[in-house]
């Protein structure tokens, strides 16, 4: 039989002893051999995978706190613990709607368990099921995305299994993605299948407690193709010259120049490859400010755009393996795409993006995920084609600092596009 501790740390001191003491419950002091009084159930309500008790603790002095434990169906024991300074405790990880027996205790200093109190409870929807059961599969550009909503923000695993031909060979693959976002979507990407190419895809959701769905079908999906557009014929204004009414950016400053974020060359910390707007990229004059600032490129022929890949400064050394400037300051943070609708001789807004700061990453992996970009769908819930235009507008919004409120964003390092020729 395993047993697995989970602690509520209402106090400092509390999460200080269970964290030292993990499997010994509440630290014992002395050699008390008497057992408190039992607890008193005033109620319970249902929670999603749980219940909250609502309880009378015993007046004994010496009470730390309350102890609840249950047993699932993998004969796995489960122990959730609160300070006595609570009313209630919070008790997850019931894999079913049915009923579940849950055992209580009043615990003293001395480790004292007293007589459990029995109760038996009727949890709603476990929230790893409600989970797997908003999830959708949608074809992208050689890659699809599953999207889910996670009400209660708890860490969950979802496995994506995956089927399908590839140089005439049938492949079966899974991907694991770890969350505790409430909503959350993740691409599996580089699937490179030819016209039509079709993927068959299942999902299932497993929570920090071993439960898992079964597996459940999202059905084959067709998946989209795209091309690397060419850079050889892009051109860019001067800076401060108008089209449609927006002046063209200045990235002259200091290092930079505003011609290498077309050059397909990315900065890798020692070779100073990016644009510079010295905090005047609107226009180059320092009264008009630096942000909003808009870079223009002219693609040099009419293309249909599917997505856009954005490489950052990086300026992290000549070893290249520190996070550097990646997802930080004088770095875009947020950005809008427009193209030119030559019909109404006008900027079409096309898409917003907010480049998301990855958690947990060593700087080594902040390297690797820096170089090789931020990729965005022009339309990200429904992955398609622009109207072709000749003319793209990359409109810098805001900068990482700050939570994406301050307009410091002096520097980009690559712009790259995907679509096809216009037909």
């Not at 002395?30 to 909250?52: E, F, H, M, Q, V």
């Amino acid at each position: 039989m395993k047993t697995k501790l989970l602690i509520i740390p209402i106090l400092l001191s509390i999460g200080l002893i269970t964290a030292c003491k993990k499997q010994e419950g509440f630290k014992t002091q002395g050699n008390d051999k008497t057992p408190p009084g039992a607890i008193t159930l005033k109620t319970y309500t249902p929670l999603y995978g749980g219940a909250r008790f609502f309880y009378n603790i015993p007046s004994d002095e010496d009470l730390v706190g309350v102890e609840a434990e249950y047993t699932n169906s993998r004969n796995q024991v489960f122990k959730f613990m609160a300070s006595y300074f609570q009313d209630s405790l919070d008790v997850y990880g019931f894999g079913s709607a049915g009923t579940h027996n849950v055992k209580l205790y009043a615990v003293d200093r001395s480790g004292n368990r007293s007589a459990p109190l029995d109760v038996s409870v009727e949890p709603l929807e476990p929230a790893y099921s409600r989970v797997a059961n908003s999830m959708t599969a949608r074809a992208g550009f050689s890659s699809f995305f599953v999207d889910w909503k996670n009400e209660l923000k708890q860490n969950i695993n979802v496995y994506v299994d995956y089927e399908f031909q590839q140089g005439g060979a049938d492949r079966k693959l899974t991907t694991v993605f770890s969350s505790n976002l409430e909503t959350d979507r993740r691409f599996v990407n580089d699937l490179v299948l030819g016209t039509n190419g079709k993927v068959r895809v299942k999902v299932r959701v497993e929570d920090k407690y071993g439960n898992m769905t079964d597996p459940i079908d999202k059905g084959e999906l067709v998946l989209l193709e795209d091309e690397l557009i060419p850079k050889s014929a892009w051109r860019l204004p001067n800076a401060n010259d108008t089209i449609g009414g927006v002046p063209m950016m200045f990235g002259d400053g200091l290092e930079g120049r505003t011609a290498k974020v077309i050059d397909g060359i990315i900065d890798q910390g020692d070779n100073l490859n990016f644009l510079h707007t010295h905090s005047r990229g609107r226009t180059g004059r320092a009264a008009d400010g630096n942000m909003p600032w808009n870079l223009m490129i002219d693609l040099g022929d009419y293309y249909e755009i599917s997505r856009i890949v954005t490489v950052q400064r990086h300026s992290g050394g000549l070893a290249n393996i520190a996070r550097g400037q990646y997802y930080r300051t004088e770095n875009v943070g947020i950005y809008r795409v427009y193209i030119w609708d030559e019909t109404k001789s006008a900027w079409d807004s096309v898409t917003q993006n907010k480049i998301d700061v990855p958690l947990g990453l060593t700087d080594l992996e902040f390297v690797k995920k820096g170089e090789a970009g931020d990729m965005a769908y022009m339309y990200p819930d429904n992955p398609q084609y622009t109207k072709p235009t000749r003319w793209i507008r990359y409109e810098a919004v805001k900068g990482f600092s700050g939570n994406y409120t301050l307009e410091d964003a002096n520097c980009l390092s690559e712009v790259t596009l995907f679509g096809r020729k216009k037909k």
